[in-house]
């Protein structure tokens, strides 16, 4: 199996500075095999071929170093682009050294040392490279035919190998800086993420610490509304319209009873059990019925248009109330026509909720959801954003967009696992 790509930018750059110097030196071997088959290149093969063969197996041992779990340093770093300056020097050496056309290649690790290394690390670089430079201007062995021999169309030996290493250089150059950059580009992305997500569960531990408190709190005034209205419901004897308007309120008070109390009872055992399994269609209707009880004034509908298969979602107490909190305030924009349907396909279950609404302003369309944002007149986007959070943290998705014939669709998106097997 494949190693991973190590997290740390040095380790990606001494990655992409094995897949360079491999491409290099077997362009290298191949030019010298050219030169000497075809061109008649007087060389001493015997250290030349030595040279390519040392850094090959140098190259090879560095993959092998890269798959160790010890991560690469910058030090390191720079001990490998020493090493491959001490590897050019020696091949210009025996290849006619400053008359080499591909003498300039040297400034490819320059380049890079620059963009990648710390200041003091890319001086020595720069130092090391032009040192090698100079001393092969002064001590080399000579290549007659780089200089005298002309191929087609009269172009010189020499001329062709300065094209030849311009693209070679400026193809490397490109692919390295361009994956160094893409690089520091995702991290900075992922950092960003990282912020954002360490903010917003800030703001859910801050709600969730006050919304415990809350639940504590209201045992008391809904076991006093229970007991006012069983009273009220025992005056009330002679008067069924009466008697039917406060069962109705009994009804809600119970409701949000049992709702405190099972949040109470079950937060700790919940948050360290795994969700549960359950077919979307099926949990879907009944989460609705529930919800029905609790807004008897919603004209709803529920349309199951996946046809094909049977799709199962993990499922936890935290879910069920994000869904309530999107048909609540569906509900709340337009009571009198809420359409909710429920599709899929082979990696997704798709649940929209249509309303008639006004819709959502573009002002802060953008903003619905990561913070305390709320279309409505007296909302605190507090139940939006715990269902973004929520939705996120299941691997899913919510977007809300405006409807072009009026009102809002709520778009929710949730991954879908197989029968008997939660995330």
Same mark, same amino acid.
Request: hydrophobic share 45%; with cysteine.
């Given at each position: 199996?494949? @190693?991973?790509?190590?997290?740390?930018?040095?380790?990606?750059?001494?990655?992409?500075?094995?897949?360079?110097?491999?491409?290099?030196?077997?362009?290298?071997?191949?030019?010298?095999?050219?030169?000497?088959?075809?061109? *008649?290149?007087?060389?001493?093969?015997?250290?030349?071929?030595? /040279?390519?063969?040392?850094?090959?197996?140098?190259? /090879?041992?560095?993959?092998?170093?890269?798959?160790?779990?010890? +991560?690469?340093?910058?030090?390191?770093?720079?001990?490998?682009?020493?090493? *491959?300056?001490?590897?050019?020097?020696? =091949?210009?050496?025996?290849?006619?050294?400053?008359?080499?056309?591909?003498?300039?290649?040297?400034?490819?690790?320059?380049?890079?040392?620059?963009?990648?290394?710390?200041?003091?690390?890319?001086?020595?670089?720069?130092?090391?490279?032009? +040192?090698?430079?100079?001393?092969?201007?002064?001590?080399?062995?000579?290549?007659?035919?780089?200089?005298?021999?002309?191929?087609?169309?009269?172009?010189?030996?020499?001329?062709?190998?300065?094209?030849?290493?311009?693209?070679?250089?400026?193809?490397?150059?490109?692919?390295?800086?361009?994956?160094?950059?893409?690089?520091?580009?995702?991290?900075?992305?992922?950092?960003?993420?990282?912020?954002?997500?360490?903010?917003?569960?800030?703001?859910?531990?801050?709600?969730?610490?006050?919304?415990?408190?809350?639940?504590?709190?209201?045992?008391?005034?809904?076991?006093?509304?229970?007991?006012? =209205?069983?009273?009220?419901?025992?005056?009330?004897? %002679?008067?069924?319209?009466?008697?039917?308007?406060? *069962?109705?309120?009994?009804?809600?008070?119970?409701?949000?009873?049992?709702?405190?109390?099972?949040? /109470?009872?079950?937060?700790?055992?919940?948050?360290? &059990?795994?969700?549960?399994?359950?077919?979307?269609?099926?949990?879907?209707?009944?989460?609705?019925?529930?919800?029905?009880?609790?807004?008897?004034?919603?004209?709803?509908?529920?349309?199951?248009?996946?046809?094909?298969?049977?799709?199962?979602?993990?499922?936890?107490?935290?879910? &069920?109330?994000?869904?309530?909190?999107?048909?609540?305030?569906?509900? *709340?924009?337009?009571?009198?026509?809420?359409?909710?349907?429920? %599709?899929?396909?082979?990696?997704?279950?798709?649940?929209?909720?249509?309303? @008639?609404?006004?819709? /959502?302003?573009?002002?802060?369309?953008? @903003?619905?959801?990561?913070?305390?944002?709320?279309?409505?007149?007296?909302?605190?986007?507090?139940?939006?954003?715990?269902?973004?959070?929520?939705?996120?943290?299941?691997?899913?998705?919510?977007?809300?967009?405006?409807? &072009?014939?009026?009102?809002?669709?709520? &778009?929710?998106?949730?991954?879908?696992?197989?029968?008997?097997?939660?995330?």
């Amino acid at each position: 199996m494949l @190693q991973p790509l190590p997290l740390s930018t040095p380790n990606r750059n001494l990655v992409r500075l094995t897949i360079v110097r491999g491409i290099t030196w077997t362009g290298f071997l191949a030019a010298i095999i050219f030169g000497i088959e075809i061109l *008649d290149f007087q060389l001493h093969v015997l250290p030349i071929i030595s /040279v390519i063969i040392a850094m090959g197996l140098f190259n /090879v041992a560095t993959w092998w170093r890269l798959g160790r779990p010890r +991560a690469v340093t910058d030090t390191e770093y720079l001990l490998h682009w020493l090493i *491959d300056i001490a590897g050019l020097s020696l =091949l210009f050496y025996y290849t006619g050294g400053s008359t080499n056309p591909f003498i300039t290649y040297l400034l490819v690790p320059l380049a890079i040392a620059a963009s990648t290394l710390p200041w003091s690390y890319a001086w020595i670089i720069a130092f090391a490279a032009t +040192a090698s430079y100079t001393f092969m201007m002064l001590f080399f062995e000579p290549v007659p035919q780089l200089v005298n021999r002309t191929l087609f169309s009269d172009i010189q030996l020499h001329t062709l190998g300065m094209w030849l290493n311009f693209i070679l250089s400026g193809g490397l150059l490109t692919y390295f800086i361009f994956k160094m950059a893409h690089t520091l580009r995702r991290r900075d992305m992922t950092l960003s993420r990282t912020r954002e997500a360490a903010l917003r569960n800030e703001q859910i531990l801050a709600v969730a610490t006050q919304a415990a408190g809350t639940a504590h709190e209201l045992g008391s005034p809904l076991s006093t509304m229970a007991v006012l =209205l069983k009273e009220m419901r025992h005056e009330a004897k %002679d008067q069924p319209a009466l008697r039917e308007d406060i *069962d109705l309120l009994r009804q809600q008070v119970d409701t949000c009873k049992q709702r405190l109390q099972a949040l /109470v009872a079950s937060a700790d055992r919940r948050r360290l &059990e795994k969700p549960e399994t359950l077919r979307a269609d099926v949990w879907l209707k009944a989460l609705i019925q529930r919800w029905l009880v609790l807004r008897p004034d919603v004209n709803h509908q529920l349309e199951v248009r996946g046809k094909r298969g049977q799709p199962f979602l993990a499922i936890d107490a935290t879910l &069920e109330q994000a869904l309530i909190n999107l048909l609540n305030n569906a509900a *709340d924009a337009s009571p009198h026509t809420v359409v909710s349907s429920l %599709d899929w396909n082979a990696e997704e279950v798709i649940i929209d909720i249509r309303d @008639q609404g006004p819709g /959502v302003p573009m002002s802060i369309a953008d @903003q619905l959801g990561d913070t305390f944002i709320s279309t409505k007149s007296k909302g605190m986007g507090i139940g939006l954003f715990l269902t973004h959070a929520t939705i996120n943290r299941f691997g899913g998705g919510v977007s809300l967009y405006n409807h &072009e014939e009026g009102g809002t669709l709520t &778009e929710v998106k949730l991954p879908r696992v197989a029968s008997g097997e939660a995330p």
